[in-house]
C-alpha cells in the first residue's frame, strides 16, 4: 500500500532489459501474463480466500486463523516483490498500474474490516487507517495532472507497521505477544496520520506550483502574441507598384520619361498607401488594446480566486 503503482498491462511481450529506464517503449513491450502481474492477481484472488479463511467456523478457531494469517503473509510479501519485478525488468503495465494499489488496498481493508466485524480491533482505528488510504488516492488523482507524489520512506514504513500489526492480530495471541499487537498497531496508527499529513502538505505544495506555472506561460504567450501584432510584416501596397517594376508608374520611368513624369507619379502613388497603411496600423492597436483587456480580466480573476 505505497500508492505507486508498481506493475501495469499488456504490450507485445518484447524481452525487458534489467535495470533499464522505463518510458513508453517499456510499457508498450511488457506482456500483461509477466510474473509482476501474476503476482498482483494472486494478491486479488487472496482476498475472499483470506476472508474466509478468518471467518471459517466462527472466526475464532486458532487453527483457520492460522492458515487465514499464512494468506495473508503470502498476499502482502507478493506486494514488496511485484513492485521490484516491475521496475527492475521493465514490466509496468496499464493493468498493473490499476490493479496493484486497488490489490494493496483490498487486503488491508478486508483485515481489518473482518477484525472489527469479529470484535478483535476498535472500529475507530479501522475507520483511520480506511480513511487515509482512500483521501490520500483521491488527493493523487487531484495533483495529478501538475506532478505525482512518490511514495515516502515513511510510507512506506506505515505499509510494514500496518501489515505486521494486522498479521498479529490475525493470530490467537494471549499475554504479552497480545499487548506487543496492541502498541505494535498504535505504531501503524501514529505513522498512516503523519504520513498523511505529509502527503497533503506535499500535495498543497505541488499543486501551487503547477497553478504558478500555468499562469506564467499563459503570460508569456499573451507577452508573445502582443509583440507580434505590434510588430506586423510591411504591407503589400505600400512601394509595391514601384518596386516590382511593373505598374503604370515604374513604366514610362524605365522608359526614359523625364524626372518631373516620375515624381508626379509618385506622389500619386503616396496617398494610396497611407490609406492602405491605416487599416493595418488601426488593426495592431485594436489588437493589442484586446490582448491588454485580456490579460487584465485573467489577472482579476486570479486575484479573486
Do not use: C
Not at 514490466?91 to 487486503?107: Q, S, Y
Not at 480491533?121 to 475507520?127: D, K, R, S
Not at 508573445?224 to 503604370?248: N, S
Request: no cysteine; net charge neutral.
Amino acid at each position: 500500500m505505497t500508492g505507486v503503482p508498481a506493475s501495469a498491462a499488456g504490450g507485445s511481450g518484447a524481452k525487458p532489459v534489467r535495470g533499464g529506464k522505463l518510458g513508453t517503449a517499456a510499457v508498450n513491450q511488457a506482456s500483461l501474463w509477466n510474473i509482476a502481474n501474476i503476482l498482483t492477481m494472486v494478491r486479488l484472488l487472496l482476498v475472499p480466500g483470506f476472508v474466509l479463511l478468518l471467518f471459517h467456523d466462527g472466526g475464532y478457531d486458532p487453527v483457520w486463523r492460522s492458515f487465514a494469517w499464512a494468506a495473508f503473509a503470502i498476499a502482502m510479501i507478493t506486494d514488496l516483490f511485484d513492485g521490484h519485478l516491475a521496475r527492475a525488468y521493465n514490466l509496468v503495465t496499464d493493468f498493473g498500474k490499476i490493479a496493484d494499489p486497488i490489490a494493496d488496498k483490498a487486503i488491508m481493508g478486508a483485515a481489518l474490516v473482518s477484525l472489527s466485524i469479529l470484535g478483535d480491533l476498535p472500529w475507530w482505528i479501522t475507520g483511520v487507517i480506511i480513511a487515509r488510504e482512500l483521501g490520500i488516492t483521491l488527493m493523487r488523482f487531484w495533483v495529478i495532472r501538475h506532478a505525482v507524489i512518490p511514495a515516502s520512506r515513511g510510507g512506506k514504513l506505515k505499509t510494514l507497521a500496518q501489515g505486521t500489526a494486522a498479521g498479529m492480530y490475525v493470530l490467537v495471541l494471549t499475554g504479552p505477544l497480545a499487548t506487543l499487537r496492541f502498541w505494535m498497531m498504535m505504531v501503524a496508527v501514529v505513522l498512516t496520520v503523519v504520513t498523511g499529513l505529509d502527503y497533503v502538505r506535499q500535495a498543497v505544495v505541488l499543486r501551487r506550483k503547477g497553478l504558478a506555472a500555468e499562469r506564467a506561460a499563459a503570460v508569456e504567450r499573451a507577452a508573445e502574441a502582443t509583440e507580434a501584432l505590434q510588430d506586423p510584416a510591411p504591407h503589400p501596397a505600400v512601394g509595391g507598384a514601384g518596386a516590382a517594376g511593373g505598374g503604370p508608374t515604374a513604366g514610362p520611368v524605365a522608359a526614359g520619361v523625364g524626372p518631373a513624369a516620375g515624381a508626379v507619379a509618385d506622389v500619386t502613388d503616396v496617398p494610396t498607401g497611407v490609406t492602405d497603411v491605416s487599416p493595418g496600423a488601426m488593426d495592431v492597436r485594436s489588437g493589442a488594446a484586446d490582448v491588454r483587456s485580456a490579460a487584465e480580466v485573467r489577472d482579476a480573476a486570479e486575484a479573486e480566486r
